[in-house]
């Protein structure tokens, strides 16, 4: 028997008809030809009558019961359809449609499917049994519907045999998001966990614990209270009771649950909130019933009757109490409004449900709006015979805001979205393939279309101008933010503090942290220059330690004061080392304060010197007096020291540099020192400022002394070169950004340190070294006397033009053999500076050299 079923490789199924459904095609609610065809599952009518026959044989029966809003979505399938064949998407193919009428009842459902389901353009309605359906060729492409989740899961089980699409636009039971049991079922409404998760918040937010559900006995009522009742345990809620209806109103017991359930309620007096997983008709029985009853309580709506207006033509409603409901999203409709407009010139021939709806019209011509629903509904139980005459068509003109007031926004808007996925799967199919051949692609191959390529990781789905959620473009991630998904609705950011991320990036990187180190090549190359430095000043210190006793290192203070000058700039060379390498509290702490320190120390020294020379060759008594007063060498070292000593001290009590990292840039943390205080920072520098402004003055007022010997003007070109190295500095620190910051600071102390050492020793160095015969005794004395002689000739010849024109004495011709008195006072003082001079250096050969007198002669 096994192997009989293996070599059997189909067989055909006919359709069963019965005496309302004599033929498949009257089993049809509204067709339309096409190269595409599309099928639809709608509860266009409320029940299936039952068969009175015994025993009860395997027909379909008549349905009754006309629902005027699956109605309006029955006619949302049909517009999306026409919009897109009026529209450039599908250019040159049409799509078709086959709408059936499921009555509510899975059975009706199953019977349409086989209807899907059987082979295309075949001269008998068969369904042929394959191993494998790659290849065949159904009647139609793909499904639309149905509503109910319990039809669509028992729909989806038969498509899935050969993998044909099915979008509801309304089924939300949880089961069905199951890609192994329902592989080829989509949707374009969200599952019931986020609606459960929703009310379970709104519920805890408004503070009641004490609730009641009623319920559908399906299988989307039954997963719904499940999972809302998981998600209310979790929220602290607590359920009182929980009822549950039969699914259908083809069960004779309906009325009774529906009362039973109303005695729960009044019993459970306590209970204020109830929430209702239940269908439209259900809710308008349910609330009729309850308004007898005078129950009034707050009403938890899912979205299968949230938006219903048939549930607001119950007469008195508003005595129910209040109702808080759950909805999807809405669209623009202002194209479906405009077709409703339109509706009764729309072609009726192949439309059996707008047929039956414009008979349904023109029977309650004389009802009201309010009741109109209510009389379609009785009167779809009867039998009316359908004439096409002027007052069907008056009536529908006269309608049309009733159709447009029990439009749903949400579902239509839901079906749209299904309709226009199915189009632009269809478009992508069909880019090379020639769809006006209905055999141009089978059904299963829609399922790898969509509306919108799939956003890879590192992008992000940005809406289009289209209403469709469906449809949108790929963008990518921007900037630090990343997506790790297909997919995903937006990009997640990372933590700008400590991570980045590029542009389409698909996760975070953590930032690098940079500082100037010790192998960055500019840091090598500001070493280099610093140890140089270092090895410049060792240099000098062993040339003048050499030569100890010639005139230039003895008019240059003397060994000691050399020495202390030397070691401050060995000092600031050294400084730069705590620039370099990883900011550490110790370094940031000690760097400027060394700086500053073994700075302000040197410039001291080299003040004392600029005074001695000033002093050493003053003439003028009165100046001369007052250098003398001013000039104490130790106090003045020790006193503009010791003020900056002070400065730092404060600076480091009370806001000392700290390690700061600075996460402002978008991929590295640079770690840097803060300074603590710019104020105390500027002060700091700004008092050196001050000492070699000093310094300057008083050297430059020297700078015209003997020239072998002229320390005053090459320190005037040291200050210069520190004024101009330290002015520049201040912009150049306060533009410049990152791990480049120190070394500015570096630079402009090297530039300074080279400028004030080499100013100040290397002429010296140069004349010990190339011209020996000026650094001599008797040179030295001679170019003094020289100097001297001139300066006191300058002197008296001031003196003279001073005297003359107080006391207007005119000098006597030089050929009568009398000296002008001018002359006279000239020599005399020569003399005298000749004297002074040679009494110094007299003085100095033999090591006795007075306190009180310049070391500079």
């Not at 130790?634 to 600076?651: D, E, L, N, S």
Request: glycine content about 4%; charged content about 15%.
């Amino acid at each position: 028997m096994a192997l009989l079923i293996t070599l059997i490789t189909c067989f055909v199924i006919p359709l069963a008809t019965s005496q309302t459904c004599q033929t498949p095609d009257d089993f049809v609610a509204a067709t339309s030809p096409g190269h595409v065809i599309i099928g639809g599952l709608f509860a266009i009518h409320e029940k299936m009558l039952s068969s009175e026959d015994y025993p009860r044989r395997p027909e379909i029966q008549k349905c009754v019961g006309f629902e005027i809003s699956i109605f309006l979505q029955t006619l949302a399938m049909i517009h999306s359809i026409e919009m897109i064949n009026n529209s450039t998407l599908l250019s040159g193919i049409k799509l078709g449609y086959e709408i059936y009428d499921t009555c509510t009842e899975v059975t009706v459902a199953m019977a349409a499917a086989l209807r899907f389901l059987s082979k295309f353009n075949s001269s008998r309605e068969i369904m042929e049994f394959k191993c494998d359906y790659s290849s065949y060729m159904p009647r139609v492409k793909a499904v639309i519907g149905a509503g109910y989740s319990e039809i669509t899961m028992a729909v989806s089980r038969m498509l899935n045999l050969q993998l044909m699409p099915q979008v509801s636009y309304e089924s939300t039971a949880e089961i069905l998001s199951d890609k192994i049991r329902f592989p080829s079922f989509l949707r374009t409404v969200p599952s019931d966990f986020y609606q459960t998760k929703a009310m379970a918040h709104l519920i805890e937010k408004s503070g009641w614990n004490w609730i009641g559900i009623i319920a559908t006995d399906d299988d989307y009522g039954r997963m719904a209270l499940n999972t809302f009742a998981v998600q209310t345990t979790a929220n602290n809620v607590c359920i009182a009771f929980k009822e549950v209806l039969p699914a259908f109103l083809s069960d004779n017991t309906i009325e009774v649950r529906i009362n039973e359930t109303l005695e729960k309620i009044i019993a459970e007096a306590q209970v204020n909130v109830i929430v209702v997983f239940l269908r439209q008709f259900h809710v308008f029985n349910l609330f009729s019933k309850a308004l007898e009853r005078n129950i009034n309580k707050i009403w938890i709506a899912s979205d299968n009757w949230s938006t219903a207006t048939k549930i607001t033509t119950i007469p008195n409603v508003k005595r129910i109490g209040k109702v808080v409901g759950f909805t999807f999203r809405r669209g623009n409709m202002s194209s479906f409004h405009s077709f409703l407009q339109k509706l009764h010139i729309f072609p009726s021939d192949n439309n059996k449900v707008l047929n039956e709806y414009a008979t349904l019209l023109s029977a309650c011509a004389y009802v009201k709006d309010s009741d109109l629903s209510q009389c379609i509904s009785n009167h779809s139980q009867g039998t009316l015979a359908y004439k096409v005459n002027k007052d069907i068509e008056r009536n529908f003109s006269l309608r049309n805001d009733f159709l447009w007031d029990y439009t749903e926004p949400g579902l239509v808007h839901s079906i749209q979205l299904a309709v226009l996925a199915l189009g632009y799967a269809i478009r992508d199919l069909c880019q090379a393939r020639d769809c006006q051949n209905p055999n141009a692609f089978q059904p299963w191959e829609q399922i790898q279309s969509k509306c919108s390529k799939e956003c890879s990781p590192g992008q992000m789905k940005k809406t289009t101008r289209s209403q469709h959620i469906c449809c949108y473009e790929c963008v990518n991630c921007p900037e630090n933010h990343y997506s790790n998904q297909t997919d995903m609705d937006h990009c997640l950011l990372c933590n700008n503090e400590t991570q980045w991320a590029p542009v389409r990036s698909t996760a975070c990187f953590e930032k690098e942290v940079e500082y100037l180190s010790w192998n960055d090549s500019l840091a090598i190359l500001l070493l280099a220059l610093s140890l140089l430095g270092i090895m410049f000043v060792l240099a000098i210190g062993i040339i003048f330690t050499r030569n100890l006793n010639t005139p230039v290192v003895k008019s240059s203070g003397g060994l000691l004061v050399c020495y202390v000058i030397l070691l401050c700039h060995f000092l600031n060379f050294a400084s730069t080392g705590f620039f370099i390498g990883e900011p550490q509290d110790f370094t940031c702490k000690t760097r400027q304060t060394f700086f500053g320190v073994s700075f302000t120390l040197c410039i001291s020294c080299i003040l004392v010197k600029s005074l001695k020379i000033l002093l050493a060759f003053s003439f003028d008594p009165k100046l001369q007096n007052f250098l003398k007063c001013l000039y104490k060498p130790i106090p003045i070292i020790f006193t503009c020291t010791g003020i900056q000593v002070a400065i730092c001290t404060i600076w480091l009590i009370f806001a000392a540099p700290a390690v700061e990292e600075n996460v402002s840039l978008p991929r590295v943390i640079i770690l840097e020192c803060e300074e603590g205080s710019i104020l105390a920072f500027g002060i700091m520098l700004g008092y050196i400022a001050i000492l070699a402004f000093i310094c300057f003055i008083f050297a430059f007022k020297g700078r015209k002394l003997p020239e072998n010997y002229n320390e005053a003007k090459f320190i005037t070109f040291g200050m210069l070169i520190y004024f101009i190295a330290w002015i520049t500095f201040v912009p150049v620190y306060a533009t410049t950004f990152g791990k480049y910051l120190p070394a500015v600071e570096i630079i402009v102390i090297l530039i300074s340190n080279y400028g004030i050492l080499c100013c100040t020793f290397f002429p010296k160095c140069y004349v010990i070294l190339y011209k020996q015969e000026t650094n001599t005794k008797s040179a030295f004395l001679k170019m003094i006397y020289s100097y001297s002689s001139h300066s006191a000739s300058s002197l008296a010849m001031s003196h003279i033009s001073l005297d003359s024109s107080s006391s207007n004495i005119t000098a006597t011709n030089p050929s009568s053999g009398g000296r002008p008195a001018a002359w006279q006072e000239s020599r005399d003082i020569r003399a005298q500076a000749f004297a002074h001079t040679h009494r110094e250096n007299a003085a100095s050969l033999s090591k006795t050299w007075p306190r009180k007198r310049i070391s500079s002669i």
